[in-house]
């Protein structure tokens, strides 16, 4: 049976797990399938593999344009000699920067909704080179702080992030791709200190003054970047599978409703005034053979979707015709089974709003993210100088490179979350992503309660120790925050840009609290981190009680 025979043959989507009668069992695939062939789910265009190494495949092109850097102000010593700053106001600079973040989120999840990731990517990341390249005219705290606010603008690039590759990855890869996405952008605050600090030495070797080589700093390598990013998203990226992001509504996707049960919701009576779907028909208009003789897979140049909408009117059916473009891609029917499958990014409205906030499917993710985000802000932030306070003999420098590891290991530890998330939603759905969310950030309460008990237990803690106990508790705590973001797609998803941005928000709203007790609690130096960890653990054991929907 053909793939459109089978979806005519089932027009209710009502197959053995929800999805379509009589499809063939999705083929297994070598890893290098998986990176280089693009599966695309025939309902909502959304690609069912990972195709990282197929740059000639839009969804490709737009992840890489994703893994951003965040650029965030140089604060070692040089900086803090030259404008003559106190501990205190360099953490006041640094909750500075991560409120501005946090109301940037805000604000950018709303409009990436309405127009669509890519401008939004674009028009922060050149915004954000503004204040960048003018980091170094500043003399004061005042000016220090205003810039790390404005530099902080670039921080809300998160947002459009997870927002396309949740607009471009189908819901059994999608936690992958926030995960990788994320993790590399988070793993730029490591990449960042590394090179921020080699151009640094490399300009005073060269004979520049520690005033004027950390500010020739941020010309040279911060601005050039971000503007060149701005432009090949602007030049290579795409809004939505479907092209520009005013066509997102031109799929069958959009023209099925599904229930909280998983089922699609049929209309008996249409208003004589709104057309609804009854049928959906996925029609290739040409195809090919490419996989070796499996009349499964489908090469398509392009892709006719037929929908039967009926009037109260006339009772007539009439059929209308989605033209719907696509590159080299592999044609699939998939398992309908969640609003997910279905959702389309609509304009936030005030009602809206207000049904999203008073929901407690909106919290279970954001507080979550609050304590495990929000904890990863505070020790990227202070675990250089707790080190260098520690460990004297280490140089600032040194304890700098050492702490950069715990940014650092985001590179696959944030993509381990998001791989497991997909793991295990195969098996028990998205109430497997939220136990081992909260079970992960338990996990990091614990660890940092050890971490924080051993330094204030130990008139002189070992390094070694140290760095065991804070690379375990980053472990956790990153696979915590990619699990989180492989389970944010299926909350709300019709409004994911806002989504993305609230709970992103909440993310920051943590950085200030955490901030805030190694900001009051500086010494002993292992007491802040057993305080954050006590409250990491009660509360993602007290939002277990939220509950999910069954798909």
């Not at 715990?406 to 793991?423: E, I, K, Q, S």
Request: with cysteine.
């Amino acid at each position: 049976m053909s793939t459109a025979e089978a979806a005519s043959a089932s027009p209710d989507f009502d197959g053995p797990h929800g999805g379509i009668e009589g499809l063939p069992h999705e083929p297994k695939l070598t890893l290098w399938q998986r990176l280089t062939t693009v599966r695309v789910n025939a309902v909502n265009r959304k690609c069912k593999t990972l195709p990282i190494l197929n740059l000639r495949s839009q969804y490709a092109r737009n992840f890489h344009l994703l893994s951003w850097f965040a650029f965030s102000p140089l604060i070692p010593q040089a900086v803090k000699n030259d404008l003559k700053l106190t501990t205190s106001q360099v953490g006041n600079s640094n909750i500075v920067s991560l409120c501005a973040t946090l109301l940037v989120r805000l604000i950018v999840g709303p409009l990436v909704d309405r127009y669509g990731p890519r401008k939004i990517m674009a028009a922060l990341l050149v915004i954000g080179a503004i204040p960048s390249g003018l980091a170094g005219t500043a003399h004061s705290a005042g000016g220090l702080y205003a810039i790390r606010f404005f530099i902080g603008i670039l921080g809300a690039t998160f947002v459009p992030c997870q927002a396309w590759t949740t607009v471009f990855y189908d819901k059994n890869i999608v936690g992958r791709a926030n995960a990788l996405v994320g993790g590399w952008g988070n793993a730029g605050g490591g990449f960042t200190f590394i090179i921020m600090i080699a151009l640094y030495n490399n300009l005073r070797d060269d004979g520049l003054s520690p005033h004027s080589a950390w500010r020739a700093s941020f010309a040279i390598v911060p601005v050039p970047i971000l503007f060149f990013v701005a432009v090949m998203v602007m030049i290579f990226g795409t809004d939505h599978p479907n092209g520009a992001w005013a066509n997102r509504h031109d799929l069958p996707a959009a023209h099925l409703e599904i229930d909280n049960s998983g089922r699609r919701v049929t209309h008996e009576h249409p208003s004589s005034d709104v057309e609804k779907t009854i049928e959906t028909t996925v029609v290739p208009v040409s195809a090919e053979d490419p996989a070796g003789g499996d009349p499964s897979l489908k090469k398509t140049e392009s892709q006719t979707t037929e929908t039967t909408t009926t009037t109260a009117a006339d009772h007539t059916p009439q059929r209308k015709r989605f033209q719907i473009k696509a590159e080299d891609v592999i044609e699939e029917e998939s398992d309908v089974t969640s609003q997910l499958d279905v959702a389309i990014n609509e304009k936030l409205t005030w009602a809206a709003t207000w049904d999203i906030l008073r929901s407690p499917l909106t919290w279970l993710p954001s507080l979550a993210y609050m304590m495990t985000f929000g904890y990863e802000l505070a020790i990227d932030a202070n675990l250089a100088n707790v080190l260098f306070g520690l460990f004297r003999t280490l140089g600032q420098t040194k304890a700098g490179y050492i702490a950069s590891i715990y940014g650092l290991l985001n590179v696959f530890t944030r993509p381990l979350g998001g791989y497991f998330g997909d793991l295990i939603y195969k098996k028990y759905g998205i109430f497997g992503k939220k136990y081992l969310m909260l079970v992960c950030g338990v996990m990091q309460g614990i660890f940092s309660i050890g971490l924080g008990v051993y330094i204030d237990h130990h008139d002189k803690p070992m390094l070694s120790v140290v760095i065991v106990l804070f690379i375990l508790t980053a472990v956790v705590n990153e696979i915590a925050n990619g699990v989180n973001f492989s389970l944010v797609p299926h909350c709300n998803p019709s409004s994911n840009g806002f989504m993305s941005g609230f709970v992103g928000a909440m993310g920051n709203v943590g950085g200030v609290f955490f901030a805030l007790i190694f900001r009051f609690q500086p010494t002993p130096f292992g007491k802040a981190f057993w305080i954050s960890g006590i409250l990491a653990a009660a509360v993602n054991i007290l939002i277990a009680a939220i509950p999910l929907p069954k798909h």
